[in-house]
């Protein structure tokens, strides 16, 4: 700082990061008290070099506070870490994207459990964080404190039909609680199917949060379970993660290795390779000059595929609607980043579960 202005940096050196953006518009300041604004007298101008300098530089000192602040917590407090970025979600990645991530540094999801799980994600040791009722897409924070405070006053729950009788929610959210696999471990039913078969059977008898003297005694038939990739489906579906650990692509393994495709991390420095990934972002800037930027996801590791001008004109409603790519390219690999300018693509489909390996 000592190419800047001293009556500068005497004034502004120690602002406040919550200040910081007052420093840049200095004109005038707000005052609340008296209803109107204060001009701010400035040794130089704000449109010096000097000062425009200066403000470049707390910039850089902020982003680089919170950018070493969240290194360190990574590190040394993973979990927690995770939990904080999933709860405030910030930046463009989805939650299925950060708990990828997370496995690779040692940190994975425990399931959502309508015993254990609260409002917000929570570590629950210094390498599992618990999914919260709230990532239950339609159930409001309001109705998941009615259930923790009903779980507090009345004892934890012994399956979907005591929680039916004591907690009034609506038919559309408690399906989707047991799809989200909510009582997975909770009563004598051993899979969804067979808990989203009782929950249908009471329901039909009374209306929820009202106990009845006399109810139908549930006796599911012999239903089979979920295969591991209809649960991925359903998790994601109604929650937006899986707790599992199981990607999209598993289920498409052997085929991508039929048709030589490789995945990103595998991917070498300049070499002309096919990759297949899960759509997790999607960039079209009007300053790139007609360019579009996928980033493609399998598990933990990610490429982005830059589409010419060419290829988004011959394909354009392909991309506008597929979930996955099978892409061909030439690859860019720097560390673990990996670029690879699109040749050829194709959509991966995804639908069909259970014929994906045929």
Not at 30 to 54: C, E, I, N
Not at 115 to 127: H, V
């Amino acid at each position: 700082m000592a190419d800047l202005n001293p009556a500068l940096v005497k004034q502004f050196l120690h602002v406040p990061l919550a200040e910081g953006e007052a420093v840049r518009e200095p004109q005038s300041v707000a005052d609340d008290a008296q209803g109107k604004t204060v001009a701010v007298g400035l040794p130089v101008s704000h449109r010096s070099p000097p000062y425009r300098r200066l403000v470049a530089r707390t910039h850089a000192h902020a982003f680089a506070q919170h950018a070493s602040a969240s290194a360190w917590m990574r590190q040394h407090h993973p979990a927690a870490f995770l939990a904080g970025v999933l709860a405030e979600a910030p930046g463009m990645w989805p939650a299925s994207t950060l708990g990828h991530e997370a496995r690779r540094w040692g940190v994975k999801l425990a399931p959502m459990c309508i015993n254990r799980s609260g409002i917000s994600y929570r570590a629950e040791s210094a390498q599992v964080v618990r999914a919260p009722l709230t990532a239950v897409d339609g159930l409001s924070p309001d109705a998941a404190r009615g259930i923790v405070q009903e779980r507090l006053t009345g004892g934890k729950f012994v399956g979907v039909e005591d929680f039916y009788d004591r907690v009034d929610l609506s038919r559309d959210t408690l399906e989707t609680l047991v799809k989200a696999g909510a009582f997975d471990v909770q009563g004598p039913r051993p899979n969804r199917l067979q808990v989203f078969y009782a929950l249908q059977t009471v329901a039909h008898a009374r209306k929820p949060g009202t106990r009845a003297l006399l109810g139908p005694q549930v006796q599911a038939p012999d239903l089979p379970d979920l295969c591991a990739d209809e649960t991925l489906w359903l998790d994601l579906e109604t929650k937006g993660v899986s707790e599992s650990g199981r990607h999209p692509l598993d289920a498409h393994r052997t085929r991508l290795r039929d048709v030589g495709c490789k995945p990103p991390e595998a991917l070498r420095h300049g070499e002309q390779a096919w990759t297949a990934g899960l759509i997790v972002a999607r960039q079209k800037p009007p300053t790139a000059g007609g360019f579009a930027f996928y980033v493609l996801e399998d598990g933990a590791s990610r490429a982005q595929a830059v589409i010419s001008p060419d290829l988004w004109e011959a394909h354009r409603v392909l991309l506008r609607d597929a979930q996955a790519l099978i892409v061909c390219g030439e690859a860019t690999v720097r560390g673990r980043a990996v670029t690879l300018r699109v040749l050829r693509l194709s959509e991966l489909p995804l639908s069909h579960v259970r014929q994906a390996a045929d």
